[in-house]
Nanobody
Framework: QVQLVESGGGLVQAGGSLRLTCAASGRAFSSYAMGWFRQAPGKEREFVVAISWNGGNTYYADSVKGRFTISRDNAKDTVYLQMNSLKPEDTAVYYC???????????????????WGQGTQVTVSS
């Protein structure tokens, strides 16, 4: 079992920045790919970004490329999502996920994920 706890969400103006943190506990964090999804009210869950177990590979949704950056610190069992140049359409609940499935499969519609956090709200005002 892996437990995931997100933090760092909040309210920010358009153009601002936030850094989300996902702290993991339980089974070997460093063996899992990690990533983030988001879900806005009335919309389907959306893939945002994923990073391989060693940080060597990252995959970003087109909508966040160049603005968001994922990183991980395996010594601290933590993954980060730095979000810059935020837009109102980035408003959503952001969920951290862990999976032993390679990140390149995460954007697929049928992706289910092994472990999920409880989510953290990000609100971007215009």
């Amino acid at each position: 079992q892996v437990q995931l706890v997100e933090s760092g969400g909040g309210l920010v103006q358009a153009g601002g920045s936030l850094r989300l943190t996902c702290a993991a506990s339980g089974r070997a964090f460093s063996s899992y790919a990690m990533g983030w999804f988001r879900q806005a009210p009335g919309k389907e869950r959306e893939f945002v970004v994923a990073i391989s177990w060693n940080g060597g590979n990252t995959y970003y949704a087109d909508s966040v490329k160049g603005r968001f950056t994922i990183s991980r610190d395996n010594a601290k069992d933590t993954v980060y999502l730095q979000m810059n140049s935020l837009k109102p359409e980035d408003t959503a609940v952001y969920y951290c996920a862990a999976d032993d499935l390679a990140p390149r499969f995460w954007p697929l519609p049928e992706y289910r994920g092994d472990y999920w956090g409880q989510g953290t709200q990000v609100t971007v005002s215009s």
